[in-house]
């Protein structure tokens, strides 16, 4: 499979939080910020440093089975912005504690571009040179229809207040960050909180008890939700719009 090659140490134009597939006893910290060459043009015609980044957006892109690497490469080549978001865990080898990464969500990669750019994407590359289906799919937005036509949903976007915040998250190294649904989650009266303390400081979300603990979920998109590891009351804050006001001990 493609996905099976060695994941590169730092991608020029997009945001990987993985790094190495193996990190080894230790993992360097995630770079948060873009670096988009200028390039001439693509196939498409579009010139990527003539679009305004006003016009970007966060695109959720669904992938091909097993090839999320492969797709993440194939953006990366044409100077776009994306962004894989990998999940930490801790093995044994050789008797020593290492720590791996793994795709977080290997179903979907986030694409930061103008509209344009990304419908030129998904008809660029196919799977595999002898079958017809596409790497890459938009992901709709089933909460919503499209302005034009009611009876379809509009590709699903994500506004960059909330994939900073994924980013943020998902860029910790901590094996207890995990997906979740809706179903495993019991929310403690809907609390929306923003970590004050920690490993987790600055992350926004809703307290949630998952396994028995205190966590604190954001969500990227409906169905699509993160938790992160245990978090102490001591240590959020009620999220209000002017202010955080630390959550009183009861």
């Known amino acids: 499979m493609e996905d099976n ?7 020029n134009a997009s945001l990987y939080n993985g790094l190495p597939t193996d ?44 090839r999320i690497i492969k797709a993440k490469a194939f953006v990366e080549a044409k100077g776009l912005e994306c962004y894989v978001p990998m999940r930490y865990k801790e093995v044994k080898k050789q008797g020593e504690k290492r720590v791996i990464t793994e795709p977080l969500l290997p179903s979907f990669l986030f694409v930061h571009a103008s509209a344009e750019q990304v419908n030129t994407l998904l008809y660029e590359i196919k799977v595999s040179s002898d079958e017809s289906r596409n790497l890459l799919s938009y992901y709709f937005d089933h909460t919503t229809h499209c302005q034009d036509n009611r009876k ?11 994939m900073d915040n994924f980013i943020r998250l998902t860029s910790i190294k901590n094996p207890h960050i995990i997906p979740v649904t809706s179903n495993n989650i019991q929310f403690k009266l809907g609390d929306e909180v ?10 926004h979300g809703r307290v949630a008890r998952i396994a028995g603990q ?5 969500k990227v998109f409906d169905g699509c939700l993160v938790a992160t590891a245990y978090v102490p009351k001591e240590a959020m804050g009620i999220q209000t719009q002017k202010r955080s006001t630390q959550i009183a001990s009861k």
């Open 5 to 11: 090659a060695k994941q590169p140490l730092m991608a």
């Open 23 to 66: 990190t080894g006893p230790s993992c360097p910290s995630a770079r948060l910020t873009s670096c988009t060459p200028s390039i001439s043009k693509n196939k498409g015609g579009v010139s990527v440093e003539n679009v305004p980044k006003a016009s970007r957006q966060w695109f959720v892109l669904r992938v091909s089975y097993g």
């Open 152 to 162: 379809y949903n509009p590709p699903l976007t994500i506004r960059d207040g909330a």
């Open 194 to 203: 923003v970590v004050t303390e920690g490993k987790f400081k600055g992350i």
């Open 214 to 218: 205190q966590r604190v979920v954001i």
